[in-house]
């Protein structure tokens, strides 16, 4: 059931792919107590209100040459802007584009191919993509420190269900330094709630966490909500994005072009 609510009526026009990590999470965390607040590879807010912001993406899977409205490949995850051709994302979307060919696309149609991809090392479920030209962008800057405990951030991210960006709003519950996420472990993880009706549901990860212009986390995963259903106080997990700055800053071209605020 998994596969089919996620490929929805025609099958042939998307790849199973990305859906390896959620489904693999079903089968993992499944026999949880709470099924609601189980984590799974999501981070489409369940808001219908569109939100165009340069700053994210849409990872596809397949070929700009091939790219037509019949054929447009699979849409995998949400990716943010840093500057010099460089966007992060969550380490298993990345996995999942390694050996095929892949590409960015704005909202506003602006496309840029996938030439590269870094996995942050040390088990971080963090990672970078490297594009050719196509899209304006303005850069996330990093941050100087993590989110606390208490703290309140954005969430925006694409899905599977919808054909543009939404937003949630979370509060940090906690800091972990590690959590089980499906089939794999990762390290510096803030687990969050939903404080709006707006919350994850099944679709893309790598979405931002985000104060302002400052990038604080990549989405992970979220509690099961295959329906996409609205939801106060549902689980999120995010990927800390402030212990891996400096490695992130050796990878951009001049060393910094995302500047650390916080």
Known sequence: TC??????????????????????????????????????????ATSREPVDDDRIA????????????????????????????????????????EGSPAYLEQSDGEQAEVIRTDLVPNNADTALVTTGPGINAHPFELPTRSLNTGDTANLTGYGLTNDFASTAVVRITQRLKSQKLGPSTFKDILESESITPSRSCDGDSGAPVYVGNVIYAVHSAGGFNPS?????????????????VEWIKSRLSHDGSSDSVG
Do not use: Y
């Not at 079903?26 to 189980?38: G, K, M, Q, V």
């Open 3 to 44: 596969i089919a609510n996620a490929l929805g009526s025609d099958p042939m026009k998307k790849l199973i792919v990305p859906l390896i990590f959620s489904c693999l999470s079903t089968l993992f965390i499944a026999p949880l107590s709470n099924a609601a607040d189980s984590p799974l590879a999501v981070a489409q």
């Open 228 to 244: 996409c259903l609205d939801g106060i106080n549902r689980k999120m997990w995010h990927s800390d994005v402030f212990p891996r």
């Open 58 to 97: 849409a990872l596809w899977v397949g070929s700009l040459d091939e790219n037509t409205s019949r054929n447009r490949g699979n849409r995998l995850c949400t990716v943010s802007f840093l500057g010099d051709n460089v966007w992060i994302t969550a380490r298993h979307c990345a996995e999942d584009a």
